[in-house]
C-alpha cells in the first residue's frame, strides 16, 4: 500500500497558476503509474492526467491539455500537476491516486490508493 497526501492548493484568480505535490510514502512508488482526478460539487470524480511508472508517457484529459503539466520525481516519491491559465470550471478537489498498474491509467476503479485531496478554487 501507498500513503499519498497531497497540497498546494488554494484560491488563485482566473488566469493564475497553481503547482500540486502528492507526496507518496511506502513501498514501491517507482512500480505505479499516478494519477490526478478532481471532484466538483455535485459531479462524479473525473480524471484529469496520469503519469507512468517511469514518467516518460503521459495523459491528459482534453479539459487540461495545453494548460496542465503532470510529472514526478521519484527520487522523492512525489508526482506534480501544474495547472496554468486556471479557469472557474476548474474549481474542485484535487486528488491524486495510486495505479494498479504502471502505464497512464484513465480509468478512478483502476487507483487503488488515494489522498485526501486539496481543494482549487478559481475565481472569475
Known amino acids: 500500500q501507498v500513503q499519498l497526501a497531497e497540497s498546494g492548493g488554494g484560491l488563485v484568480q482566473a488566469g493564475g497558476s497553481l503547482r500540486l505535490s502528492c507526496a507518496a510514502s511506502g513501498r514501491f512508488f517507482t512500480t505505479y503509474a499516478m494519477g490526478w482526478f478532481r471532484q466538483a460539487p455535485g459531479k462524479e470524480r473525473e480524471f484529469v492526467a496520469s503519469i507512468s511508472s517511469t514518467g516518460d508517457s503521459t495523459y491528459y484529459a482534453d479539459s487540461g491539455k495545453g494548460r496542465f503539466t503532470i510529472s514526478r520525481d521519484n527520487a522523492k516519491n512525489t508526482v506534480y500537476l501544474q495547472m496554468n491559465n486556471l479557469e472557474a470550471e476548474d474549481t474542485a478537489v484535487y486528488y491524486c491516486?495510486?495505479?494498479?498498474?504502471?502505464?497512464?491509467?484513465?480509468?478512478?476503479?483502476?487507483?487503488?490508493?488515494w489522498g485526501q485531496g486539496t481543494q482549487v478554487t478559481v475565481s472569475s
Open positions: 491516486g495510486r495505479s494498479k498498474y504502471y502505464s497512464v491509467t484513465t480509468y478512478a476503479s483502476l487507483y487503488d490508493d
